[in-house]
């Protein structure tokens, strides 16, 4: 790109971003339901001289459209893909959009126009998307007809492009800027009068527009939580017993209290201790030195070991559940003429953002506040006032720009409950609470751990004819969400083998197809980790899909393809994978290929690997990734996230969280290795939609990256992978 | 203790130990500098030390001496390195949380090394990031280098047979 034109794209980026971090508060109990089908006509405000068009558009003079946003910005660039699809719908100029976060309060206050925050599950788009382009066709009809009734003419006379609104008929022109004042004290038109664009005509979405945040991230101006200054401000270090389940006995406060700018320890809850310094790392220090008692109970005897032999037991024990169970599997299998059994295991991982969890509060009698990177802003909102005692309506919460979620900072909160349980003990005083690396480690909410048995039957053909799918491994919501397991079956475990269309469903047709689940939960917290159980579960299938096909003497991919006629959509995305990729094409000696397809929120995707493999080095030189997301809003940002998941892809690889002495081990980053530069390979990414669904974009293709790379692996070798990470098979990505 | 930092010299009264990314945050108030791991792993932390890349998270203050230190606020006045342009032409960033310690250290590896190969970016881009923006990170070191081996994102927008007739596969590197 030349010179000028990227130095005006910076200068309009950085005025593009507005930081919301100085609205006005409210609060809101948890436990909303997302309002079916948002009303946009009930999103204008009303006051004199405000241009505010409705909740999601405000058009300055200057002819500045102001777009709203309610879901987090982590990376994964829903900020500017909801942003271009408000202005796809309200025909604005692209070059003049600004966004601009909301608060949970104010979502509160207004009755949650905007729509849920929480930014998870890969919904930030595919959920919000029909609410915010009638938010913007909404402002678009005001805009116009004010126009039209300056001009005293019919509103169908008029027209607009680029934020100008014309009349053909007498030549008249105004723009945005000029009528916005008129709009706003319009009564917004009948929501069924409301007619979207159809999404193969867009002009700004649909497109790889430049993300509007990216200015203050090349030159360290963009303030993440963790860089939050305020007047006064102590700051705190806390640890809490290593081992889940352990408590606080006591501690020497004597050892630590003369040490520079000590201001107290203090028992943040059962389990955790915290020291407030005047600067973080003098608060950091005075912890390390501290002398903490801990009573770690039973728990401490727990290690991977013990672990790995409560999930083996689940493999053959009588109490899973069986989700599909079509023909009768174990049946087929057993008299099937080549039977082929595998185990295959994953172990515990960490989210490891690289912003480590961090809050910062400031509590008084009468109001609390929150700064915090939340994947969920009303979720902090909500622990705030109930940690602090105080009325939603006394509380704030002001999120920041996330250093990575990756599905640890959304509905548990645990930051903001430990800040605020330090901040009571500093009325008035802001204190910023940060976890070192370790501390980050070490209370995470880990990728549930799982062992996975598959049995298959194949006929004489070389026909599968059974297929036996048992998980045994930890349930997130028996620790999480225990109200989500209905009638003790925890259908969540099993995603991406779903029977039903539309989210997660298995892709292939079985004649005799068993999927089971026994729930075998350990006493390590675990929660939801970019992809969830999409990630064991495609690689368990997908690597096992090879060996069967090996077994079958068929190629991998002509063997899943006969089994996948049924899935068009599956199917479809696996064909576009393998044709770009060059599947069959020769490859220069020692390189092989491996492939798997998958499904998960929403979405349908495939990946080729291109790998080779010498005396335990492997190297991933090419992948290319398909994906089948309905709708495309910015293939700029897909592609970012499908590049993100293969190095997401690559840490399920090589990473593993092992439990000793009931205790996280692998503290830091020199144990905890995520991919490297060198490590990845050049990936394609290839956008496939089909215009007829929303698909989700930042988890799905993470699913797929592990079990085409170990499939590969499989070709060159001969050997399966059954157990992650690769260094236990003297495998290391190089 | 005297310390320079961007061209401007600080008086920070703090014990010598401290390293150096928290006087630069606490003690200077340069918060682009950011803490990831605090064992010189992650590199987000990487400031420049009489032009030479160093983890500043394990660098303690005593050990700066009269050398002057570069914090990604002092790169350019106004994002114009040609690392910072080569970023934000191809939209480097996605949380951008490690972004200025990767720029700090392709900054280093330009300025010793003015067209680096991708070897020799294998080896000095060994900083995290946990989105995984490495593909552009590649590319925007060599568009800041000048060469004209482009890349950045590879798209490949694809008409899915049956489903979408109309559209024509077309490929793009954007």
Known sequence: MKKTQHESTTNLSRRRFVVGTAAAGGGLALGFNLPLGIDPAAAQTVGAGNTEVNAWVVVKPDDTCVI????????????????????????CDWNKVAIEPITAGQNLARKRVWGEMATGGSRGIRISQDYVRRGGA???????QAAADQW???????????????????????????????????????????????PREWKIAGKPMKRLDTAPKVNGSMVYSIDLKLPGMVYAAVKACPVYGGKLAGWDESKVSRMPGFSGVIQVDDATVAVVANTWWRAKSALEALPIKWDEGPNAKQSSATIAAHLREGLTSNDAFADINVGDAPKAIAGAANRIEAVYSTPFLSHACMEPMNCTVRITADKAEVWMPSQNAEASLAALSTASGLALEQCQAYNHTLGGGFGRRGGTQDFVRQAVAIGRRYPGTPVKM??????????????????????????QNGNLVGLHIRVSGQSINAYLAPHN???????????????????????????NLRTEYAMRNTHVPVGPWRGVNTNQNGLYLECFMDEVARAAGKDPLEFRRALMKNHPKHLGVLNAAAEKAGWGKPLPAGVHRGIAQFMGYASYVAAVAEVSVKGGEVKVLRMVLATNCGHAVNPATIAAQVEGSVAYGFDSLQSEITVQDGRAVELNYHAYPIARLYQLPKIETVVAPTYDFWGGVGEPTICVTAPAVLNAIFAATGKPVHTLPLKNHGLRIV | MLINVNSKSYDVEIEPDTPLLWVLRESIGLTGTKYGCGIAQCGACTVHLDGEPVRSCSLPLSAVGNRRVVTIEGLSPDSSHPVQKAWAALDVPQCGYCQSGQIMAAAALLSRNPKPADRDIDEAMTNICRCGTYQRIRAAIHMAAGSDKGGGSVIHMAGMAGADASAADRSTEV
């Open chain 1, 485 to 511: 397991i209905k009638d003790g079956k925890d259908r969540r475990q099993l995603q991406g083998y779903w029977p039903e269309p539309g989210d997660a469903q298995i892709g292939y047709t079985v004649p």
């Open chain 1, 434 to 459: 940060i976890w070192s690396r370790e501390e980050d480690q070490a209370h995470d909410f880990y990728r549930p751990i799982s062992q996975c048995k598959l049995s298959a039957g194949l006929d």
């Open chain 1, 138 to 144: 909404v402002a678009r009809m005001m805009l116009l």
């Open chain 1, 152 to 198: 005293k003419v019919p509103v169908g006379e008029v027209t607009v492009t680029d934020g100008i609104i014309t009349h053909p008929a007498s030549g008249r022109s105004t723009s945005y800027g000029k009528v916005a004042a008129a709009a706003a004290k319009l009564t917004p038109p009948d929501p069924k009068s409301i007619k979207l664009k159809n």
């Open chain 1, 68 to 91: 709203r946003i309610a879901r987090s910005e982590m990376g994964q660039g829903t900020h500017t893909g909801l942003a271009q699809l408000v202005a796809e719908e309200l025909a």
